[in-house]
T-cell receptor, first 111, second 114 residues
């Protein structure tokens, strides 16, 4: 059974700092991995999708990497801003096309 | 392109009552998901449709939850009777389908059972 874990559960950093969020999964048989952002009381916004054949994807200040063999992904946020404060969730699409989520990392960027 | 639409946004009901949520996916999206997200946790998959067929409903509490997707477009999720532990946000998502397509989420319905 696929399990997704995100570390740390919460993170507080000063504005301007570069930071890394971690995601690990137990079964490497995945089709893709997706990173989402969730603001309080809102739905999920897709940030990056990494296909199983890819190693990384970039969008603006965000860079996500995927190491399928070791079951790990990282989301790198450069020059963090208070507007980046949110919960970040990773999800893997397993071999049955199910999208399975981790429990998220709550990020607070202090001005 | 219009996003995934969900209604209502909020619902408060008493335990043992019934409730229904509605989802309209992005046009042309074959795959539709319903998730339950309890406060402080990640979303948990309840049911996954491919067009109007069920792909996975292994985590759907079938004694009280039901879902349908008529004509492979809109979907409804029903709870009857509701329990206190059903208080959560119910999220609907859709994707084109296949192994490398992005999932898009609606704003969710926040259910409070009192």
């Amino acid at each position: 059974k696929q399990e997704v874990t995100q570390i740390p559960a919460a993170l507080s950093v000063p504005e301007g700092e570069n930071l890394v969020l971690n995601c690990s999964f137990t079964d490497s048989a995945i089709y893709n991995l997706q990173w989402f952002r969730q603001d309080p009381g809102k739905g999920l916004t897709s940030l990056l999708l990494i296909q199983s054949s890819q190693r990384e994807q970039t969008s603006g200040r965000l860079n996500a990497s995927l190491d399928k063999s070791s079951g790990r992904s990282t989301l790198y946020i450069a020059a963090s801003q208070p507007g980046d404060s949110a919960t970040y969730l990773c999800a893997v699409m397993d071999s049955s096309y199910k999208l399975i989520f981790g429990s998220g990392t709550r990020l607070l960027v202090r001005p | 392109e219009a996003g995934v639409a969900q209604s209502p946004r909020y619902k408060i009901i008493e335990k043992r009552q019934s409730v229904a949520f509605w989802c309209n996916p992005i046009s042309g999206h074959a795959t539709l998901y319903w998730y339950q997200q309890i406060l402080g946790q990640g979303p948990k998959l309840l049911i996954q449709f491919q067009n109007n067929g069920v792909v996975d409903d292994s985590q759907l509490p079938k004694d009280r939850f039901s879902a349908e997707r008529l004509k492979g477009v809109d979907s409804t999720l029903k709870i009857q009777p509701a329990k206190l532990e059903d208080s959560a946000v119910y999220l609907c998502a859709s994707s084109l389908g296949g192994s490398n397509t992005e999932a898009f989420f609606g704003q969710g319905t926040r259910l409070t059972v009192v």
